[in-house]
């Protein structure tokens, strides 16, 4: 779609004063005070994140009461069992307390619903399963905050349950032994925006300071918190949270022991991933992400917590192969969903009239449409829910929304013709019958054009700064990459450089174009990844980032293109 283009301001008096106190050029300095750090302390900080600055655990409500819950099961030698959600972040944040409760000495298993026969959360039946196989201590990870009935159904059962959660609590709070979110009310954690592998993070960090006062650590056994890093910035980059304050120190140390491969199966899945050397917040978030997510849309996410477990490098290479095939397939199916889902849209004549799209289909994947939802959003930027209905008629949808427009609340009004929902601002999920779907879409239409004017509905493109020909070389790239890791809330800067012509133009791969630049006497390499339908004559504006290209043993800098328009004065 066509978009907008917004360029940042940025106070030009904070802009030298921050340049000058961290040796940064004007530049750089522009782009980081447009994000909101205009202090040389937090500036510094943004730089070079310290594992030191991070909050005290025991400021969570229900850390302290969660902390001696798992230290007395270690004291009676409890089995516990951990209860994950089936994404990323579920997934990691189970290998994550599996892995540190068993090496403090604690037996530990653990369970992950199925998306097709349990569904999110907590569910009684599975918690059944698990007390009869002999746990004392349930604790979930990223999910349980609206588990009402099924901490009612622990503690009738005389099991404790422990809930570890990210997502936005209702107004009642389960009758846990603890509840841990620092999203619930009165809770004086500074930081509100963990995931849900985050929010368990801080539970070892607790864990292991309360264990260090009691003496209960021999010589040389007291573990190192940064081995657990990898785990923790795979579930925060793949959950899409905001990589700011907490989160980015995650991120920062994390991508760091993804890079190690300390974990077998880390190794196994990097390698089918493709993945060598440094790792990236883009290679967690496209290469390894998708594979540890593909088992659990397509059928179990069981696989993903195995291989994070697993030390035998035989058995991690067999995990590997079957989710990267499970990837492989899942890619399979959300092509036809898409391909059949751009014809509805195209094909039911509401587009562009429209201000939200819902469709739905009999032939559809429940496990899929969600990401389905987010290409076309991409597409026709609009909120969308794709609804996927079983021969019994039960319908479930997955939604995607746009900046301006809290998918959540727009859902409450819709409520009547609904038999659940729940999620957040920009995802959700929806329960529904066969029949209602029409009478939904209307209902969630109507919502939508009173939410939405054209404004909304045009898609901006953020320029963080203009740049002149002469400031684009390889020290303004290794300027850009101390602003690293890029993702939700810090993502990759975007640049824009008036006046540029094309003086060479082919087309490379899939609908790429490979471009010869001239800007000011100053010759550019570029590409502009599915642009090949892009007009490229005349004086030129483009947005882009600047990369380095190695090729044959050769690197050279190159202009990612993000878009192309014709020049503005």
Not at 393 to 415: M, Q, V
């Amino acid at each position: 779609m066509q978009k907008k283009w917004i360029i940042k301001n940025a106070d030009t008096e904070k802009t030298g004063n921050l340049a000058r106190s961290l040796g940064v050029s004007k530049l750089v300095a522009r782009i980081i005070v447009c994000r909101g750090i205009d202090s040389e302390e937090d500036g510094k900080q943004f730089l070079a994140p310290l594992l030191a600055s991070m909050p005290d655990p025991f400021l969570l409500t229900g850390m302290h009461t969660a902390v001696e819950r798992v230290l007395r099961a270690r004291a009676n030698r409890e089995t516990v069992c951990i209860y994950g959600d089936y994404d990323v972040d579920g997934i990691s944040g189970t290998a994550l307390l599996v892995s540190f409760l068993r090496t403090i000495g604690i037996a530990c298993s653990y369970f992950i619903p199925n998306r097709f026969n349990d569904g999110y959360g907590l569910h009684e039946g599975s918690l059944q399963q698990i007390i009869t196989l002999g746990a004392t201590l349930i604790i979930s990870v990223d999910c349980g905050i609206t588990a009402i009935r099924e901490a009612d159904f622990c503690r009738q059962a005389g099991v404790d349950l422990i809930i570890l959660d990210h997502h936005t609590p209702q107004e009642k709070i389960p009758a846990a032994t603890a509840v841990v979110n620092p999203l619930q009310p009165g809770c004086a954690y500074p930081f509100k925006l963990l995931a849900g592998v985050g929010v368990a993070f801080n539970l070892l960090v607790a864990l292991r300071s309360r264990m260090r006062q009691k003496g209960l650590f021999r010589s040389g056994t007291e573990p190192d918190l940064r081995d657990w890093l990898d785990l923790v910035a795979l579930g925060t980059i793949a959950d899409v949270v905001p990589l700011t304050g907490q989160n980015r120190i995650y991120v920062y140390y994390g991508l760091q022991k993804l890079a190690q491969s300390i974990r077998p199966g880390i190794t196994a899945l990097k390698k089918v991933a493709g993945i060598n050397g440094s790792v990236t917040c883009g290679q967690v978030g496209f290469r390894l992400a998708p594979r540890l997510n593909a088992a659990g849309r397509m059928e179990s996410a069981v696989p993903g917590v195995d291989l994070l477990l697993n030390s035998n490098p035989v058995e991690c290479a067999r995990i590997a192969d079957e989710l990267d095939a499970a990837n492989a397939e899942r890619q399979s199916v959300e092509r036809g969903i898409l391909e059949q889902a751009v014809t509805q849209v195209d094909g039911d004549g509401r587009y562009p009239a429209c201000k939200s799209i819902v469709i739905a289909s009999t032939d559809w994947h429940q496990g899929v449409i969600g990401i389905v939802a987010s290409r076309l959003v991409e597409r026709y930027h609009r909120p969308t829910i794709l609804i996927a209905i079983d021969e019994a008629g039960n319908a479930k949808g997955s939604g995607r929304s746009i900046p301006g427009f809290h998918l959540l609340e727009a859902l409450t009004p819709c409520s009547d013709h609904l038999l659940r929902f729940g999620g957040h601002r920009y995802a959700a999920g929806i329960g529904l019958n066969s029949e209602a779907v029409s009478s939904f879409a209307a209902a969630f239409e109507t919502v939508a054009a009173r939410m939405l004017g054209d404004a909304e509905l045009m898609p901006l493109l953020e320029i963080d700064t203009e740049v002149t020909p002469s400031e684009v070389d390889f020290s303004l790239l290794e300027e850009l990459q101390r602003l690293e890791p890029f993702g939700s809330g810090n993502p990759e800067p975007t640049l824009m450089m008036r006046g540029v012509t094309v003086v060479e133009r082919r087309i490379v791969g899939d609908s790429h174009l490979k471009l010869r630049l001239s800007a000011a006497g100053k010759m550019f390499n570029a590409i502009a990844f599915r642009q090949a339908e892009c007009p490229t004559d005349g004086l030129l504006d483009i947005a882009f980032f600047p990369e380095a290209n190695i090729w044959n043993n050769t690197t050279t800098l190159q202009l990612r293109i993000k878009a192309i328009r014709s020049a503005e004065a």
